[in-house]
């Protein structure tokens, strides 16, 4: 049927700050589905509290609420503008549950609003697990014998009747929070007491474990006519114990039988048919017996989920935009995909190549964090990458997660034995390089399969990579046979890889130079939802190596756009907001928008965001093989991050244009000790410091400067290994620490400044002119972590003698660095002198705070300077803020309850919140000034 005339406007309910569980992939689905319902005409407001993401921008939607997601948030705009319906399924749990709550209020009935997407009843029936446990044993769908319990009482009642091991579900929960699983009957009690305590119903439900089956999960769409399209099958490499977000994915799924693909596909169309009367998506979870492929279901979500994100970018097919068409009435068969332009929404997505997702975590900034995985999720970010055969994606996805691997490998493999089989059988975040170093050391293929119950077609595939690393080992640069460099390339090996396998000093560019004298070129291939069948319209490519180039490379000026790979603590989704603003700049300003990056939670991979999107990982291999195919005027790296920016020295190398400033002032900046050098130069105060390369030299400096010290090393972000230290002893310690994780680095010492206020600046410059986008005041002190701290904008107590002062340092600076476009300054602020901490040639997390709270766009302004087609005195730039906003970080300690929660100069927290208020006398204001004069008084 055509779509519901009586539906005119439409709110949209994000899924607030990013937290562990519930990240930037909502932040697709909601930018993805308000574009696709403007399309169709209609008013779309959207209320989220995230001013990190693009999906609060103005080019999202009509009107954007940046307001914390409450009740009262959503009365407040009803009562300003007529809204026909909510859709509260593009938000996560956090969107549900705020539904369900006002619905209970009755805030939809009273303002005549229609909930599209979903209905209250089937958030009931899958979110209270007694609710969904019967359901299924009425519907014939098996579930582990299992019980509800709401008090302690109940719980241990249950756990005598089921029996150890058993599973702890807590009710209305994201991410797995709160539950466990649990082995012994003497972590029962604990465990059950966290779990009752993370629902907010206080419910749990306790489930007799299936360890060591296999789990599966199915993306589904349904539309008016009861018409169900199954998008994706996704395995999980891990078996069942580990949380789905923790999990290294597959897809199509690998191993699974036919008949138990049917048997799962009707019961997952079963159960969709059964929570409701809805058109929408959902997300359907199983449990398979690898034995008897018997099958439970584990949950279903009736929302976009975690995985609709990776779907649609493992499929091309846009799933949170076709599901908010159906919303409003459209049926599958009455669209059109939007990859081939020439068949229907209803025509199931077939893949001929493999992906694989890999989760990104960050154990490091925990430090004491349990860091063996289980059903509570604990990663911060993900990677997928897209490759011919499954070694191929699964190599391309270990080259993308930036932790110093360039493919499957172990730099610093271990010969203990027993430290190994422990690793196997207590997952954690390197499990996969464990099970690659078992096979190398010879452990039999049966005896890594009983350690991790991962399936053995997996562990064949790996110890088919360890036996051509043996091949390969046989051999000298010059005399690799060409048969076996094809088939290296073909299972994923990176060129630094095979140079580190040869050993005696060969290079990776020698390694090039041999390949290619070979023919042995990567060509890319184009994702189009139907393996081939039909003739694909959009430009959204993976490489591999094999015959046919299906990238055209167009005649028209391009340039290229360096993502910021996965979401990590300190490079989130503010660095993907710069990115896609980037792209919409480059277009505007004539050029073909290249988009490069392999992180499928974000909306800069969207099929239709960039003129040409290249899904690879942000490797300089895979970086210089398209700059070669598509010969771009130059490379954006300022938006995309550490990430992009630690490429600039390659580029450089290579004669590569980068827009913006150059390679060797980023440099300088991101060089501790010359930059110090600079500041010193140019007569701007800066804390005393000293360089050192080993812990002996540290300490000399630091006798000279004076304790405390600030330890920091060069090219990091978030804080990353910064430490405060008031003795030797700390200081010898934290320099071996950080020289051992970071090698090579240059370690800067400097007296660090107690209880001096901090402040930041980000701001543009065009050669000419500077513009200051805003001075943000900070509540916490000097030495708390500038994310982790409230930034307040336009300052609120600074005098205007410092305000002074960071103004024309400011100017100074970016004359000195020569910066075309956008920096970051951090300041110290003691008794009324400022000093210069840092200084980053870039896009920084603030950015999209202050655009937001400015509505100026800022980074589209930053990226035109950039590409040198316009300056600063082309714009008009009005700032229209009445009163102060606040930026407010959000952190996910419930995660890690073992896990310190004292802040420091390392950043810790994994998203943010906006807040305005209208004046200083707004209590939530007084109450952050008062805990600003206690930190500057202790």
């Given at each position: 049927m055509?779509r ?12 607030g ?33 995230n ?15 940046l307001l ?9 705009i ?15 749990q956090t969107?549900?549950n ?5 619905d ?28 969904f ?6 519907i ?5 014998p299992?019980?509800?319990?709401n008090?302690?009482?109940?719980g241990k ?6 029996g150890f ?7 209305y929960?994201?991410?797995g929070s709160?539950g ?11 465990l ?7 629902s907010?119903t ?11 089956w ?32 923790d999990s ?6 690998m ?5 138990a693909?049917q048997?799962?596909?009707n ?22 017996d ?5 099958l439970i279901?584990?949950?279903i ?9 990776l ?25 059109q ?9 209803y ?26 995985l289980?059903?509570?999720m604990k ?9 011919r ?12 997660l930036?932790?110093g691997?360039?493919g499957?490998?172990?730099p ?5 034995l ?19 170093e078992a ?6 293929v ?18 088919h ?6 091949e ?19 299972n ?13 000093g060969?290079?990776?560019a ?5 390949r ?6 990567r ?30 490379r167009?005649e ?5 756009v ?6 990590r ?9 710069s ?14 928008a ?16 960039a ?23 130059g ?11 630690k ?11 980068i ?23 140019l ?66 010492i ?9 402040a ?7 050669g ?11 509540i ?5 972590h ?11 107590s ?35 002198k ?13 950015v ?28 008009v730039?009005e ?13 996910s300690f ?11 100069p ?13 004046h ?7 109450r ?10 202790r």
């Open positions: 055509p519901n005339p009586d539906i005119q406007s439409v709110l949209i309910i994000g899924s700050p990013i937290v562990i569980g519930q990240a930037c992939e909502f932040d697709y689905s909601g930018s993805q589905a308000a574009r696709s319902l403007r399309e169709e005409g209609i008013e779309v407001s959207l209320i989220n509290s001013p990190a993401t693009i999906m609060t921008d103005p080019v999202m939607a009509d009107h954007i609420y914390p997601l409450t009740v009262e948030s959503l009365e407040q009803l009562k300003e503008r007529p809204i026909d319906a909510v859709l509260p399924t593009m938000g996560g969107a549900l705020l539904c369900k709550e006002a209970e209020a009755g805030l939809w009935e009273e303002y005549d609003v229609k909930i599209i997407g979903v209905d209250i009843d089937a958030i009931e029936k899958t979110e209270n697990r007694e609710e446990r019967q359901l299924m044993l009425d014939g769908v098996p579930v582990a299992s019980r509800i319990a008090s302690f009482l109940e009642e249950a756990a005598e009747e089921i091991p058993l599973v702890i579900r807590p009710s929960t994201l991410g709160g466990a699983f649990v082995h012994k009957k003497e972590d029962f009690d604990a059950l007491t966290r779990g009752l305590n993370a907010p206080h419910e749990v439900l306790v489930e007799k474990a299936v360890i060591g296999k789990e599966y999960e199915l993306e589904l769409l349904r539309d008016h006519n009861d018409n169900v399209a199954i998008i994706c099958t996704i395995e999980n490499f891990d078996p069942m114990g580990i949380h789905t977000g290294i994915t597959v897809a199509p799924a191993t699974l039988s036919d008949t693909y048997k799962m596909r019961a997952a169309i079963l159960m969709m048919r059964s929570i409701g009367n809805f058109a929408g998506g959902c997300n359907v979870q199983f449990s398979m690898p034995d008897t492929e018997d279901a584990i949950e979500n009736p929302r976009v989920s975690r995985s609709s994100a779907a649609s970018k493992a499929t091309g097919y846009p799933i949170a935009r076709i599901a908010a068409k159906m919303a409003i009435g459209y049926n599958l068969d009455e669209l995909n939007q990859i081939t332009l020439s068949t229907s929404a025509f199931e997505p077939t893949l001929d190549y493999v992906i694989v997702k890999i989760p990104k975590w960050n154990f490091e900034k925990f430090q004491g964090a349990n860091r063996e289980g059903l509570q990663s911060v970010g993900e990677v997928m990458a897209i490759g055969s499954f070694n191929e994606a699964l190599q391309k996805a270990c080259q993308s930036e932790i691997r360039s499957l490998e172990s610093k493999p271990t010969r203990d027993d430290a190994l089989m422990h690793k196997l059988e207590h997952p954690s975040w390197d499990r996969l390089f464990a099970v690659r096979l190398a050391m010879g452990v039999p049966k005896s890594v399969q009983k350690a991790t119950r991962i399936d053995r077609w997996f562990l064949l595939q790996i110890q990579l360890v036996k051509l690393e043996a390969v080992k046989r051999y000298t640069l010059p005399l690799i046979p060409a048969e076996l460099f094809r088939e290296l390339k073909q994923g090996f990176s060129d630094v890889q095979i140079a580190n396998l040869l050993g005696n060969v290079t990776e020698e390694v090039r130079a041999r290619k004298s070979f023919g042995l070129n060509v890319w291939k184009m994702v189009d939802t139907c393996a081939a069948e039909f003739e694909a319209q959009t430009p959204y490519f993976y490489s591999t190596y094999d015959q046919e180039n299906e990238s055209i167009s028209k000026p391009k340039v290229v360096l993502g910021s790979g996965p979401n603590i300190g490079q989130g989704i503010e660095f993907d907001y990115c896609v603003h980037g792209l919409l700049a480059a277009r505007e300003a004539g050029f073909e290249i988009m490069v990056n392999c992180n499928p939670e974000t909306v800069s991979t969207d099929f239709n965001m003129d040409k999107l290249y899904f690879e990982p942000v490797f300089w291999e895979h970086l210089l093989d398209i700059i070669e195919h598509e010969q771009p005027e490379v954006i790296v300022q938006l995309g991050g550490q990430t992009a920016l490429l600039s020295k390659q580029l450089q190398e290579h004669s590569i244009r827009f913006g400033t150059s390679y060797e002032n980023m440099d300088l900046a991101e060089d501790r000790g010359r930059f110090s050098d600079l500041l010193k130069a007569d701007i105060p800066y804390p005393k410091y000293g360089v050192s390369e080993t812990a002996e030299e540290a300490i000399e400096i630091a006798r000279e400067v004076g304790y405390p010290v600030l330890v920091r090393p060069s090219y990091v972000l978030g804080g990353q290994g910064m430490r405060i230290v008031i003795n030797e002893e700390e200081l010898e310690s934290a320099v071996i620490d950080l020289l051992k994780s970071l090698p090579g680095n240059r370690v800067l400097d007296h660090f400044l107690d209880r001096a206020e901090e930041e600046v980000d701001c543009i410059f065009d000419d002119e500077t513009h200051l986008l805003a001075v943000m005041e900070h916490e002190p000097a030495g708390i500038s994310g982790d701290s409230h930034s307040v904008l336009p300052s609120f600074l005098s205007e003698s410092a305000l002074k002062q960071i103004e024309v340092y400011t100017e100074r600076l970016a004359r000195a660095l020569d910066i075309r476009g956008l920096m970051n300054v951090q300041f110290a602020i003691k008794n009324d400022v000093y210069v901490i840092e200084a980053n040639p870039r896009a920084s997390r603030t999209p705070f202050i655009a937001k709270a400015y509505g100026v766009p800022y980074v589209n302004i930053a990226t035109k300077v950039m590409l040198g087609t316009h300056k600063l005195k082309d714009f730039i700032k229209k803020l009445e009163g102060y906003a606040i930026k407010e970080p959000v952190f419930n995660k890690f309850p073992e896990v310190s929660k004292a802040l420091g390392e950043m810790k927290s994994t998203g943010e919140a906006i807040r305005f208020i209208r200083l006398r707004d209590p939530y204001f007084r952050l000034s008062r805990e600003k004069s206690m930190y500057l008084s």
